[in-house]
Structures are given as C-alpha cells and as structure tokens.
Nanobody
Framework: QVQLAESGGGLVQAGGSLRLSCAAS????????MGWYRQAPGKQRELVAL???????NYADSVKGRFIISRDNAGNTVYLQMNSLEPEDTAVYYC??????????WGQGTQVTVSS
C-alpha cells in the first residue's frame, strides 16, 4: 500500500503562483509514477502532470509553460510549481501514484482557487 499526503493549496489571484507538495509513505520503493490530476466542479478528473521514476515528464497542454513538476531524489515527494495561474485552473488537485503492480493510489485532494 502507498499513502499520499498533499499540502499547499489555497486561494490566489490570477497571475499568481502556488506550490503543491505530495509526500508518499508505505511501499514507496514500488512507486514508478507520481503526479497530479485535478477536478473542477461539474467536470471529469483530468491529468495535470506526471513524472516517472526515470525522470520522464508529461504535462497537459493546458499547463505547459506554466506548471513545473519535480520529484525529490529519494522519490518520496513530488511537487507542482504552478505559475501564471488562471481562473480556469481552479479545481481540487489530487496527488497520484502508480506502483510496479499497476495499482493506483490517490491523495485526499487539495483545493486550489484562482480569483479573477
């Protein structure tokens, strides 16, 4: 089992920045992929960014050039630096991990609200 704990959400004005953190615990040695998804009211959950154990990164087109995902060397923590935030970025952001057995894990979610 893997447990994920997020932090760093909040309220920010458009154009501002926020940094999300997600700390993994449990079977962290089995984690191959970590990243972030988000879900806005009335919409489906969507990919924001992922990073593999080998350092391969994938971003949603809507956040390319504005968000940066990174992972610490131990592989326990993943960060999402969000710059030039827009009201359309308002959502609950969920930390995600995929282990070597292809089991998926989710954090409890953290609210990000961008005011115009």
């Amino acid at each position: 089992q893997v447990q994920l704990a997020e932090s760093g959400g909040g309220l920010v004005q458009a154009g501002g920045s926020l940094r999300l953190s997600c700390a993994a615990s449990g079977r962290i040695f089995s984690i191959n992929v970590m990243g972030w998804y988000r879900q806005a009211p009335g919409k489906q959950r969507e990919l924001v960014a992922l990073v593999t154990r080998g350092g391969i990164i994938n971003y949603a087109d809507s956040v390319k050039g504005r968000f940066i995902i990174s992972r610490d060397n131990a592989g326990n923590t993943v960060y999402l630096q969000m710059n030039s935030l827009e009201p359309e970025d308002t959502a609950v952001y969920y930390c995600y991990s995929l282990d070597s057995r292809y089991d998926k894990y989710w954090g409890q979610g953290t609210q990000v609200t961008v005011s115009s």
